[in-house]
């Protein structure tokens, strides 16, 4: 994988930015070095913060955790349990996890009632999605250069030994997410490789580093120029099989209203509509809750594809 430093990336250096553009054209995703940057190293610090709010909420009594049930695609925030995702192979999830709203963490909107834990950590959990989404504006902001967009195109104006299938293998529906894990057992799955067990590749964590996963949506906006990556979780290999696995990801999604319309390149990077070929139209959350209802394993297929 890949392995591209923040620090090169905030001093604008343009051998860094091109080999971040052909990690996310070729794989869907690269390892973010947060060493030797100063707001890097501080996002790198919020995470061990992260992981215990998110240990503390998931080790509270299952009947609390029901009162704040995910249910999607219509409450994408909340408590997730295991065993509840079902693939077409009849294999079930083992991953629970609690989803924090990003409007509610930063209070754009009304407070949400969350989990103790949550509740009494609301400052730290703040800085933490402001220097997350910091990370992923600049991230951006390369690609948006790398392919001749309009500025500000796709980045916001700045403001502030049986193996065992955990997650089965899928493509995240947004633009892009921020994983970070301290155990081994995502894989992910090379471009244009076959889907067979044995060739997929365990991720190793890395101190200091962030795993970057390119999304659906950024597939969709450029016309395949950019790669979703296929990933999945598995039991963690050797010894870190018997550890609890935890994990924290900051997923960045369009907003609601946000049409899923085919970018326009300054430079070619993202082919044209053909004469007589009719663009997406539909509404970002019109067109996630038709991949949540369509056929899983064709719209994995289409959001992986690529050029």
């Given at each position: 994988?890949?392995?591209?430093?923040?620090?090169?990336?905030?001093?604008?250096?343009?051998?860094?930015?091109?080999?971040?553009?052909?990690?996310?054209?070729?794989?869907?995703?690269?390892?973010?070095?947060?060493?030797?940057?100063?707001?890097?190293?501080?996002?790198?610090?919020?995470?061990?913060?992260?992981?215990?709010?998110?240990?503390?909420?998931l080790?509270?009594?299952?009947k609390?955790l029901?009162?704040?049930?995910?249910?999607?695609?219509?409450r994408?925030?909340?408590?997730?349990?295991?065993?509840?995702?079902?693939?077409?192979?009849?294999?079930?999830?083992?991953?629970?996890l609690?989803?924090i709203?990003?409007?509610?963490?930063?209070?754009?909107?009304?407070?949400?009632?969350?989990?103790?834990p949550?509740?009494?950590?609301?400052?730290?959990?703040?800085?933490?999605?402001?220097?997350?989404?910091?990370?992923?504006?600049?991230?951006?902001?390369?690609?948006?250069r790398?392919m001749?967009?309009?500025?500000?195109?796709?980045?916001?104006p700045?403001?502030?030994?049986?193996?065992f299938?955990?997650?089965?293998?899928?493509?995240?529906?947004?633009?892009?997410?921020?994983?970070?894990?301290?155990?081994?057992?995502?894989?992910?799955?090379?471009?244009?490789?076959?889907?067979?067990?044995?060739?997929?590749?365990?991720?190793?964590?890395?101190?200091?580093?962030?795993?970057?996963?390119?999304?659906?949506?950024?597939?969709?906006?450029?016309?395949?120029?950019?790669?979703?990556?296929?990933?999945?979780?598995?039991?963690?290999?050797?010894?870190?099989?018997?550890?609890?696995?935890?994990?924290?990801?900051?997923?960045?999604?369009?907003s609601?209203?946000?049409?899923?319309?085919r970018l326009?390149?300054?430079?070619?990077?993202?082919?044209?509509?053909?004469?007589?070929?009719?663009?997406?139209?539909?509404?970002?959350?019109?067109?996630?809750?038709?991949?949540?209802?369509?056929?899983?394993?064709?719209?994995?297929?289409?959001?992986?594809?690529?050029?």
């Amino acid at each position: 994988m890949s392995r591209i430093s923040f620090k090169n990336l905030q001093s604008n250096n343009s051998n860094e930015s091109a080999r971040l553009f052909d990690a996310c054209r070729d794989q869907g995703h690269f390892l973010l070095d947060l060493k030797d940057s100063n707001n890097g190293e501080t996002l790198s610090n919020e995470e061990g913060s992260m992981m215990d709010v998110g240990r503390e909420t998931l080790d509270l009594d299952r009947k609390i955790l029901n009162t704040f049930m995910y249910k999607p695609p219509k409450r994408m925030v909340g408590y997730k349990p295991s065993r509840t995702l079902q693939t077409p192979n009849g294999r079930i999830d083992s991953i629970k996890l609690f989803a924090i709203s990003q409007d509610d963490a930063v209070r754009n909107k009304r407070p949400l009632t969350n989990p103790q834990p949550i509740e009494q950590d609301r400052d730290n959990i703040k800085s933490f999605f402001e220097h997350a989404h910091g990370a992923l504006d600049l991230i951006h902001f390369h690609l948006d250069r790398s392919m001749g967009l309009a500025p500000v195109l796709c980045t916001r104006p700045k403001s502030v030994k049986e193996e065992f299938v955990t997650l089965n293998n899928h493509t995240d529906i947004g633009s892009i997410t921020l994983l970070f894990t301290v155990c081994g057992g995502l894989q992910v799955l090379g471009a244009g490789i076959e889907n067979i067990d044995a060739n997929w590749r365990y991720v190793r964590p890395e101190p200091g580093c962030v795993i970057i996963l390119i999304g659906d949506t950024m597939v969709e906006w450029t016309a395949g120029a950019l790669r979703a990556s296929l990933h999945r979780v598995v039991t963690a290999p050797g010894k870190q099989a018997a550890a609890t696995r935890l994990g924290l990801g900051y997923f960045l999604r369009p907003s609601h209203t946000t049409r899923m319309s085919r970018l326009v390149s300054g430079n070619g990077t993202i082919p044209m509509l053909a004469p007589g070929e009719v663009g997406e139209e539909r509404s970002v959350t019109e067109w996630a809750h038709w991949k949540a209802n369509g056929d899983v394993t064709a719209a994995v297929e289409a959001a992986s594809k690529g050029m």
